[in-house]
């Protein structure tokens, strides 16, 4: 069963960083496309970034030039570099393991807060 564990949310002032972690369990996970969404109150889920079995990245045009993916296959784990955060930037952040065939897997969400 494929489990994934977001951490690294919290609050911040703008301008400021965080990175977020995803570790995933129950799965070959050099294997999998990884990615982020995010989720601001009273709006739908907006894809974020994405980081395929190979290492290519894509990511919003919101977040392109202050956000980061990169993955660490040996320790099973998708991260989410965050630097130049707004407060439109506020929201929960959720992690995904894409699976050929059977879709996405997600994780619980990991709540970021930025201040102005």
Same mark, same amino acid.
């Given at each position: 069963? @494929?489990? *994934? &564990? =977001? #951490?690294? !949310?919290? *609050? @911040?002032?703008?301008?400021?960083? /965080?990175?977020?972690?995803?570790?995933?369990?129950?799965?070959? +996970?050099? /294997?999998?496309?990884?990615?982020?969404?995010?989720?601001?109150?009273?709006?739908?889920?907006?894809?974020?970034?994405?980081?395929?079995? !190979? !290492?290519?990245?894509?990511?919003?045009?919101? &977040?392109?030039?202050? +956000?980061?993916?990169?993955?660490?296959?040996?320790?099973?784990? @998708?991260? /989410?570099?965050?630097? !130049? /955060?707004?407060? =439109?930037?506020?929201?929960?952040?959720?992690?995904?393991? #894409?699976?050929?065939?059977?879709?996405?897997?997600?994780?619980?969400?990991?709540? @970021?807060? &930025?201040? #102005?």
């Amino acid at each position: 069963q @494929v489990q *994934l &564990v =977001e #951490s690294g !949310g919290g *609050l @911040v002032q703008a301008g400021g960083s /965080l990175r977020l972690s995803c570790a995933a369990s129950g799965s070959i +996970f050099r /294997l999998n496309a990884m990615g982020w969404y995010r989720q601001a109150p009273g709006k739908q889920r907006d894809w974020v970034a994405t980081i395929t079995s !190979g !290492g290519t990245t894509n990511y919003a045009d919101s &977040v392109k030039g202050r +956000f980061t993916i990169s993955r660490d296959n040996a320790k099973n784990t @998708v991260y /989410l570099q965050m630097n !130049g /955060l707004k407060p =439109e930037d506020t929201a929960v952040y959720y992690c995904y393991q #894409s699976h050929i065939g059977q879709g996405r897997y997600w994780g619980q969400g990991t709540q @970021v807060t &930025v201040s #102005s």
